[in-house]
């Protein structure tokens, strides 16, 4: 998880152009799993839910749901985060990347 960099944290790079070098959070939810595990897709967004508010809370502004089974989830996340990135999605659009390149 991303947080938006604060100004004190741009850098300077030696072409003299700003770079952000943000913090990130981890969010690790081992409840969602379980839920995940008992078959309660329902039980298990809604925690994932929880947690990217949590995060948005500490300044997040982009999620990384790193599991495919979490693509589901994407929905919840989409009312605190500027953004949220999904397995399924970007390994789409790498494998149009590809394609398109070749």
């Not at 990130?24 to 298990?44: H, S």
């Not at 967004?45 to 947690?51: I, K, S, T």
């Amino acid at each position: 998880m991303v947080r938006k960099a604060p100004a004190a944290m741009l850098k300077r790079s030696p072409s003299g152009s700003a770079r952000p070098d943000p913090p990130y959070e981890d969010g690790i939810c081992t409840e969602a799993l379980d839920a995940l595990r008992r078959g309660d897709g329902e039980e298990r967004d809604r925690l994932l839910g929880a947690e990217g508010k949590r995060l948005a809370l500490l300044g997040c502004n982009m999620l990384f749901l790193s599991q495919i089974t979490m693509a589901r989830a994407k929905a919840a996340m989409g009312e605190f985060a500027d953004i949220t990135f999904t397995t399924p999605e970007e390994g789409a659009k790498e494998i149009l990347r590809l394609v398109q390149k070749a």
